[in-house]
Structure formats: C-alpha cells, structure tokens
C-alpha cells in the first residue's frame, strides 16, 4: 500500500477542458471499434462538481452497488472452505 501510495504522488489531474476545442473525439478517424464505442457513449456534456454529482441520483446509487458488492465478496470470502 506504501508503494501505491508512493507512485500516486507523483500522478497528477490533467487540467479542465485539457482536450482540444478544435479536435471532435466523436469524429476522429481511427479503429472502427473505437470510433463504434464513442458514437455509443458521447464524451460528458460538462464536468460536475462534487456537489452536484451528489444530488445526482446516479452516483448515490453507484456507491450503493459498490459497497453492496463488496459487502457480497466479504461474505463469500468469509465462507471459504480451508
């Protein structure tokens, strides 16, 4: 945890709005796959700040998953056999 810790220091955010206003990502030529992938799933309208991610019902419901999966795997762990 140490070393993980350690290498996420020197990782930092890229900057807001760090993409170029005159590149479209939904238009870029590249892998077929790729460009089949962002026409399904546009990049974000806008960036949210924490609190309005919050008042959002998606993100209150995303952590519910994640600790009720979690909460899942430790049960199953717990019932390992030795």
Known sequence: M??????AFFFKDPPKNWWPADVDP?????N?????SL???PPAVKQYTPREAIRTV???LM??????T???SVFGISFQVD
Do not use: D, E, H, M
Request: overall charge positive; aromatic content about 6%; proline content about 3%.
């Open 58 to 60: 998606v993100l209150p």
């Open 32 to 36: 077929q796959k790729n460009a089949a």
């Open 63 to 68: 952590w519910l998953s994640v600790v009720l």
């Open 70 to 72: 979690a909460g899942v």
């Open 26 to 30: 939904l238009t870029c030529t590249g």
């Open 39 to 41: 026409a399904r799933n």
């Open 2 to 7: 140490i070393v993980v810790f350690g290498c």
